[in-house]
């Protein structure tokens, strides 16, 4: 999400350069979309069909 953003166009096009306001737009959309998949607790809905990953044990 973020390199489709920010990363290559920065590398393809000389000219590129987002606001700042637009980056930290895009960052904070990233994080919300992967503590909403990957997210553990408080942060997961309840019912979600994903399942929640435990570590295994040493």
């Not at 973020?2 to 990233?30: F, G, Q």
């Not at 994080?31 to 997961?44: D, I, N, P, Q």
């Amino acid at each position: 999400m973020i390199a489709n953003y920010v990363l290559w166009p920065r590398m393809l096009l000389a000219d590129w350069s987002p606001a700042p306001a637009d980056v930290d737009h895009t960052v904070d959309e990233a994080v919300t979309t992967m503590l909403a998949r990957y997210g553990h607790g408080a942060a997961r809905a309840k019912g979600s069909p994903t399942p929640t990953v435990t570590p295994p044990r040493p």
